[in-house]
């Protein structure tokens, strides 16, 4: 089956929404002639398209294995609902955007695991593809199902629905897993998942390793190596090219995973973000280009970046962003730096309205520094004004609540016009500090969040799902037993769980009384001398570390950045 002609001429594209989703053909994407004699490899986002086409990684990932001889990489993404329905009856099948070969004609297929409720969107698509969720099922010359990304930190949940995982930085291991792959083509797949296990970074599940498997690190020389950025035909969530200033992050916050896994900060070298500025504004007529990392501010040489930037930037009309910041001095000299006469928006995330919660959290920020900084942005003629907030963290008491609106107001009060205030759910994640903590369950979540809504008065106001912080903290948490769940979850939707919209809490619940998961045991609080399903990978980090964080966290006490002073000793610099 030609599939490109029968997509254009069965008159599809005008039955599904926003078919530009599935024809392929960007600027600029990497098409090499098929060739049996490559290893191919299908990335796959098991989300929709505007939202995979907006992730680094794969985009990466996709650069790095076509610069390769030898080796070929496409994408896929999971399709809507519209375009499922047309796969399920066998107008089409599940194809590739590049070659639009189907998916059993790839030698392995890599998912990005970002968040952990796309789960059930991994086993949509291989329904889709008409292969069996569980790795044991699938047969020989089925292609070898591969995941990364910072979910992969605790593999266990899908640890009987895909071959392998890997740990780390997967550009630094990809070629690797290519030649392994092309070294055992024709091979039978406990051979080529035996050969694979040996890759250091790489977890098979049904080949325990001897010790913890170890991250992989890239190297800040191998940081921006995309050499043709894709541009999309339509509007994508982040419209916009994108330069990592760093990878890695040392500032401490307890909560956060990312901040721990990619641990050790690498920077980028200033003449490669300087070169790649000019190549990237050309190469794709975005009118943003967004300096990202974990903690942007952070990046040493970042106001130079900015000066040697901005009269190119301005000739070519093209606006520079970071991400959200910490509410210092530095930050509003930076976003008055790089926004000219244009005042749009500041973006902060001061996370507790408490002093004591911010010390908890190990947020080094003071109120005093978060009012002066937003007396400041008024005085420079900024008007609006987006805070983050999180609830549910430990230790937390009513005044800690009350602190959010109490801060909020005071932040009124010093002019700002337009203030909106987005409030998450607390959870825990592994490899942090918190690892050990209970989650809120969703009724007290509820309750700490209308103890919150005389906030309306101040700001706009928006807040996550607690039932979704909820599963998510399941998942994020949870083992291989729950595999089975998240199969009835999958075949029970579409597998777009992360969209509130196709979310449904009461299909989990089912799902998990059906199958015998009791999900509180995984939201409850742990021992710090307990063995976790994630302690087959090893981050880096020491339990030593971890714990310490965790017990200086109950006494509301903070760690200094190690950027700025004594080492922290967390395990990640040491051989």
């Not at 059993?104 to 890599?110: L, P, V």
């Amino acid at each position: 089956m030609n599939i490109e002609k029968v997509l254009h001429r069965s008159g599809i594209l005008y039955q599904v929404q926003k078919p530009s989703r599935y024809i392929g053909h960007e600027w600029n994407r990497t098409k090499k002639p098929v060739d049996k004699a490559l290893t191919r490899f299908l990335l796959v986002f098991p989300d929709l398209y505007e939202i995979g086409m907006s992730h680094l990684g794969l985009r990466i990932l996709y650069d790095v294995i076509n610069r390769t001889p030898g080796m070929m990489a496409e994408r896929a993404f999971l399709p809507w609902v519209d375009m499922q329905r047309k796969i399920t009856d066998g107008t089409i099948p599940l194809y590739s955007l590049e070659s639009f070969s189907t998916i059993d004609e790839f030698d392995a297929i890599g998912f990005t695991l970002q968040y952990e409720l796309s789960y059930p969107g991994i086993i949509r698509f291989l329904d889709l593809a008409k292969l069996s969720p569980f790795s044991l099922d699938r047969k020989d010359e089925d292609p070898i199902l591969i995941a990364g990304g910072p979910c992969a930190y605790n593999p266990e949940p899908l640890a009987e629905i895909l071959d392998a995982f890997f740990i780390g930085d997967a550009e630094e291991g990809i070629i690797e897993i290519g030649e392994c792959l092309r070294a055992n083509k024709g091979a039978k797949k406990s051979k080529r998942l035996s050969e694979l296990a040996k890759i250091p970074g790489v977890y098979v599940p049904r080949f325990p390793p001897a010790a913890p498997v170890r991250k992989r690190i890239v190297p800040k020389e191998a940081l921006n190596c995309i050499q043709d950025w894709m541009v999309p035909f339509f509007p994508i969530v982040h419209e916009r090219a994108i330069l990592e200033t760093q990878r890695g992050c040392t500032r401490g916050c307890r909560f956060c995973q990312a901040g721990m896994i990619y641990r050790p900060v690498r920077e980028s070298p200033l003449e490669t973000l300087a070169r790649m500025v000019v190549k990237r504004t050309e190469e794709t007529g975005y009118e943003e280009m967004a300096l990202l990392s974990l903690s942007t501010l952070d990046y040493s040489q970042l106001s130079e970046l900015i000066a040697r930037s901005r009269a190119f930037l301005d000739e070519k009309m093209v606006a520079l962003s970071i991400p959200s910041s910490r509410m210092d001095q530095f930050s509003l000299q930076i976003a008055n730096q790089i926004s000219g006469v244009r005042k749009s928006g500041l973006t902060f995330a001061p996370e507790a309205g408490t002093q004591r919660m911010r010390n908890v959290i190990n947020k080094n920020l003071s109120e005093e520094e978060i009012l002066t900084t937003v007396l400041t942005a008024k005085n420079g003629g900024w008007t609006r004004l987006k805070l983050y907030f999180m609830v549910g963290l430990p230790t937390e008491t009513a005044e800690d609540i009350e602190g959010i609106v109490t801060l909020t107001k005071k932040i009124k009060e010093v002019g700002i016009k337009k203030i909106s205030v987005s409030v998450a759910g607390f959870v825990p994640k592994p490899h942090t500090p918190f690892q050990y903590c209970a989650q809120k369950t969703v009724d007290e979540l509820h309750r700490i969040l209308h103890a919150l809504l005389n906030i309306k008065g101040v700001a706009s106001f928006e807040l996550h799902k607690p039932e979704m912080s909820w599963v998510e903290g399941v998942l994020a948490r949870g083992d291989r037993k729950l595999g089975p769940s998240l199969v009835q979850v999958s075949r029970q939707g579409n597998g777009f769980e992360g969209l509130q919209e196709e979310f449904s809490y009461e299909r989990w619940g089912s799902a998990w009384l059906d199958t015998g998961i009791d999900p509180d045991q995984y939201t409850a609080q742990r021992g710090t001398e307990e063995a976790f399903p994630w302690d087959v990978v090893d981050a880096g980090l020491t339990k030593a570390f971890l714990k310490s964080e965790y017990e200086k966290a109950l006494r509301a006490e903070s760690t200094p950045d190690c950027r700025d002073g004594a080492c922290s000793q967390c395990g990640v610099c040491l051989p």
